[in-house]
């Protein structure tokens, strides 16, 4: 049984490698507002079902402690997080050691 759940899990990361290949592809081979428009689709729809799973929480899934929960200043750490990463996408042209992409990137 080891064999096949290895063999699954292999199968599994090949999967998961072969997608980000092709998203990698599809970022470099089309415009930003597209691809950034399907990505905030996403992100949109995930943010919704939290908020869905919060408002709907089954009291005994909520173990009475926030501490963790919330950001800076008490905001929520994923709305948080969404408001940081609006403000650093003037950033998203750069590459890791901040120098401005090549044109062949």
Do not use: C
């Amino acid at each position: 049984m080891t064999d096949s759940l290895d063999e699954k899990h292999e199968r599994n990361r090949e999967q998961r490698l072969a997608f980000v290949r092709r998203w990698a592809d599809y970022v470099r081979t089309h415009p930003d507002a597209e691809w950034k428009r399907q990505v905030n689709r996403v992100v949109e729809a995930q943010l919704a079902a939290r908020r869905r799973f919060e408002a709907n929480r089954p009291a005994h899934l909520d173990d009475g402690d926030d501490e963790g929960d919330d950001g800076p200043d008490g905001a929520d750490s994923i709305d948080h997080a969404r408001r940081k990463n609006r403000n650093g996408d003037r950033n998203r042209s750069r590459n890791e050691d901040g120098d401005p992409r090549s044109s062949d990137d």
